[in-house]
Antibody
């Protein structure tokens, strides 16, 4: 069965960086992309960007350009999302989701990783 | 960016009720519209893709319709487990954008 398992919660100070992992299993990792979506406390869903697990191509949300980097390690079927220069409004639950095909449906999601930015 | 606007933002209904949630895109997105259900503390779950296709394993009480700019999600007979927040999402063009969510509560 398809599973995406994310790394654990993080607490960071403003200005620091965080790197969240998302380990995939149950499907051919390189046949799909991974999108990252975040959700601030009590708020809606915000798409952060996408990476192709096939060739590493990326597409980031403009508001995060320059602060976010998404990578994959095909040897371990793991995707990573690094966010730098953290601010308090980056406090959120971060989700990875399998992003497949032309329809760009997010059909499987990780369990979420809470990142708290606080001094 | 394409703006997705859902209505209502919140809704109270009873078990057995028929409920409709609407989603409007700021420009045409053809049928590139997906619906997700999210329960507190959980990841979103894909319900409907391509505006009207039911994701595998999702009860047939859920249905979607629409194309262009106007879309609807209908739950034909509410069950206790359906009380959650629902989001529409356009996948027509980058950046992918979500509606603000519709919170469905028990009356």
């Amino acid at each position: 069965q398809v599973q995406l398992v994310q790394s654990g919660a993080e607490v960071k100070k403003p200005g620091a960086s965080v790197k969240v992992s998302c380990k995939a299993s149950g499907y051919t990792f390189t046949s799909y992309g991974i999108s990252w979506v975040r959700q601030a406390p009590g708020q809606g869903l915000e798409w952060m960007g996408w990476i192709s697990a096939y060739n590493g191509n990326t597409n980031y949300a403009q508001k995060l350009q320059g602060r976010v980097t998404m990578t994959t390690d095909t040897s371990t079927s793991t995707a990573y999302m690094e966010l730098r220069s953290l601010r308090s409004d980056d406090t959120a639950v971060y989700y990875c989701a399998r992003d497949g095909g032309e329809l760009r449906t997010f059909d499987y999601w990780g369990q979420g990783t809470l990142v708290t930015v606080s001094s | 960016d394409i703006q997705m606007t859902q209505s209502p933002s919140s809704l109270s209904a009873s078990v057995g009720d028929r409920v409709t949630i609407t989603c409007r895109a700021s420009q045409s997105i053809s049928s590139y519209l997906n619906w997700y259900q999210q329960k507190p503390g959980k990841a979103p779950k894909l319900l409907i893709y391509a505006a009207s296709s039911l994701q595998s394993g999702v009860p047939s009480s859920f249905s979607g319709s629409g194309s262009g700019t106007d879309f609807t999600l209908t739950i034909s007979s509410l069950q206790p487990e359906d009380f959650a927040t629902y989001y529409c999402q356009q996948s027509y063009t980058s950046p992918i954008t979500f509606g603000q969510g519709t919170r469905l509560e028990i009356k």
